[in-house]
């Protein structure tokens, strides 16, 4: 939600679960006419893989852009503004190819509305902080302990809708979040314990969980300002954080840093900037198309699996060992997501099916 992972995700699901068309993503079939199993099992089973590499690969972009030694390159607010100014402007380069034909037909154009612009300002602060929290931790930790820094986003979901939204959360629903938390502090103890703890990692791990749950909810009050679409959304969103960045680079010192940068003239770095602000952008798009071709409840049993598969293929690239306990809160946490969604999902599938249950109450458990 990289997201940053994401950043962009929560979006998608917002914009797809409240029925709004995406122009980028493949229609459905017409005619009720239904792809031969194998077909559709086919196409599946692509855009699954295709989620996981980029949602992978993007992480490990990221964390070389952020923490190599090889590039020593400490500006962390930087590589994010270079990968919201490329989104941005991948979402315009998309909508002045509209006259191109398909892929590109049908997308909004975009302009810059100042008043639309202001209104879209309280989410981008929410956006920045997700956005910033979530590069700042995956600098400070290791990739294999990156799932467990910032898994507390489903703690916060129930929080929050708790406080803000008033709903209530079913005691299964609220077992398996012990679980994370238990292994979300088991995760941390055995970091500290192997002596790679960074607790500035970890506050920053809590701090994008936090703001991951707080961009579900603004972004949901703010998508109407943009007629509902996803894209005027993120374009909108990344123009109002470039701007932001700006004093924040100053305040902090990164321009300094930049400036003695060694590596500032080097083709190669700056191709691997620009890789990890394409896959930055295309998260969110792979992220639509696995909701799209499966269901949010599968999109999410495929974000669980992935972030396993994410942690043992980074254990194995740094060459790390991990102790049982550290494997046991990795489990844990993998696990109570996975129970989490699952109750979830049984919980809205007797809620849709229940004739006496309002269109309205059925609109807002979906989301």
């Not at 986003?153 to 939204?165: A, E, G, I, P």
Request: charged fraction near 15%.
């Amino acid at each position: 939600m990289s997201r940053a992972q994401l950043t962009r995700t929560g979006i998608l699901r917002m914009a797809l679960g409240g029925g709004a068309a995406d122009p980028l993503l493949p229609a459905e079939g017409g005619g009720g006419r239904r792809a031969p199993f194998l077909l559709r099992a086919l196409r599946i089973a692509v855009v699954v893989c295709l989620y996981w590499f980029t949602s992978i690969a993007m992480v490990f972009l990221n964390k070389y852009l952020l923490d190599s030694p090889s590039l020593r390159l400490d500006a962390p607010l930087f590589v994010t503004f270079f990968q919201c100014a490329l989104t941005a402007a991948l979402c315009l380069g998309l909508s002045l190819g509209a006259a191109c034909g398909p892929p590109c037909a049908g997308l909004p154009a975009l302009r810059l509305d100042p008043k639309v612009s202001r209104s879209v300002l309280p989410l981008s602060a929410v956006f920045i902080g997700m956005v910033t929290s979530n590069n700042l931790c995956l600098k400070h930790v290791g990739v294999a302990f990156y799932n467990v820094g910032r898994s507390l986003t489903t703690v916060f979901n129930v929080l929050l809708s708790y406080l803000l939204l008033k709903q209530t959360t079913s005691l299964y629903a609220l077992l398996a979040c012990g679980v994370i938390i238990g292994g979300f502090w088991l995760g941390v103890d055995q970091e500290g314990a192997e002596g790679t703890l960074s607790w500035t990692g970890i506050f920053f791990g809590i701090l994008a969980s936090l703001c991951v749950s707080l961009n579900a909810i603004y972004t949901k009050k703010v998508l109407p300002v943009v007629d509902g679409s996803i894209w005027r959304l993120t374009f909108y969103n990344n123009i109002n954080a470039c701007v932001l960045f700006f004093p924040l680079m100053v305040l902090l010192g990164e321009f300094r840093t930049l400036y003695h940068f060694d590596k500032l003239g080097s083709p190669s770095f700056w191709g691997m900037m620009t890789l990890g602000g394409v896959f930055g952008f295309a998260i969110g798009y792979v992220t639509g198309l696995q909701i799209k071709f499966t269901s949010p409840l599968t999109h999410n049993v495929s974000g669980t699996a992935k972030a396993c598969a994410q942690t043992v293929l980074a254990v194995i690239y740094f060459e790390e060992t991990k102790s049982f306990l550290w494997w046991t809160s990795n489990l844990m946490v993998l696990g109570g997501s996975f129970a989490y969604t699952w109750v979830k999902g049984l919980e809205m599938r007797k809620v849709q099916e229940d004739p006496n249950v309002k269109s309205g109450e059925r609109n807002e458990t979906g989301v």
